[in-house]
């Protein structure tokens, strides 16, 4: 099987779980190139301009940007479709490092406990989301000096978590994660699909229980906001071989109190019945930014309003989005399921913590 044929194959076995992107399937058939981007002034600059930073990777996800500037991401390699060279073993997950200067990318580590969502905290630790299909259904934290890990959390109330998918970090060194599940025949645990916290003391909160499969999470740079994407293919196990018809598509917005508790959420952007978001980030002047399965395949950018101002055409589902650092503050970068990750300059800084 080629690599092409395998990726097509990942994009069919979605699309039989419930996921309608022709499109994303004639561009693996058929590279074409996407639209350019529009949108506002403020959020998309007149020479705005897409393009690859890697290539090569089976389902791609978490940009995250290091202290240096370099960009670590991951490839989820779901065992379902994504194999060795000779296409009989299992790929384990792994840990990218990407360098803007060289433009090259190495394994930072293998095997990466089927790492999704990616996050540096204040300290310069690697934080992971760590999902199940043979993964660690953890968050965990590398000391970058030592390269040593750290469990984080793995269970609540005594059982193991779904599938840590995506995190972030607040300014007061919160950790707040989802906990969906896409993938694998493993045992679900926990009675729902929840939203935590992990507090600086170490414990663990669930804050969201209203939500089916929540996925993308972000503060907003005021720190009075959550927002949290629900995306629910309508199956636990998305590679089960069975139609499911898609559940709710949508950014929710949960009012965020200073001890990093949630108020009552309100709909901050309704995605209808095609397949939505993925996950997200913030810009210093609180845009949203959301990696999108469809309407187009890419990012749609929003205002704190919920207006959508900006889309950024890119031809493939997309799984996540995360900025640069320093120089590159405005550098957007993109991960799809083609196992290919793009980036683009855009007018504002992202925002962290």
Known sequence: MTERAMRLRLLTVL???????????????????????????????????LEVAYKGGCFVEGP????????????LSPTAVCRDANKKLMQAGHILR??????????????????????????????????????????????MKTGKSYILAAS????????PNDLTVDKAGRIYF??????????????????????????LHRIIADTAKPNGVAVAPDGKTLYVVVHDIGTNNAFDG???????MAIWAYPLKADGSVG????????????????IAVDQKGNLYAA???????????????????????????TNVGFGRGKDANMLYITTVAGMMFRIRVVQKGYRP
Not at 19 to 41: I, L, N, R, V, Y
Not at 64 to 75: E, L
Not at 156 to 163: D, I, Q, V
Request: proline share 10%; hydrophobic share 30%; net charge positive.
């Open 15 to 49: 699309a039989v779980a419930g996921f309608a992107f022709t499109a994303g399937a004639a561009e693996m058939k058929k590279p074409k190139a996407p639209p350019p981007p529009s949108g506002e002034p403020s959020v998309i600059g007149k020479y705005a301009k």
């Open 64 to 75: 995250a940007a290091a202290p240096d500037g370099s960009i670590y991401f991951t490839d």
């Open 98 to 143: 990407y360098d803007p200067a060289s433009g090259k990318t190495t394994v930072f580590r293998s095997p990466s406990g089927m790492a999704n969502g990616l996050a540096f905290d204040r300290n310069g630790h690697l934080i992971v989301a760590e999902g199940a299909d043979f993964g660690g259904r953890r968050i965990t934290r590398t000391d």
């Open 156 to 163: 609540y109330m005594g059982k193991p978590l779904n599938a």
């Open 178 to 203: 989802t906990d969906p599940r896409y993938l694998s025949t493993e045992s679900v645990e926990q009675d729902v699909q929840g939203v935590y916290r992990i507090d600086t003391d170490g414990s």
């Open 242 to 248: 069975k139609k499911h018809p898609l559940g709710r």
């Open 264 to 279: 009552k959420r309100k709909l901050f952007h309704d995605f209808g019945k095609a397949p939505g978001a993925d996950g």
């Open 292 to 318: 999108t399965w469809s309407g187009p395949p890419g990012v749609q950018i929003f205002n704190p309003q919920g207006k959508r101002v900006g889309v950024i055409p890119v031809g493939i589902p997309s």
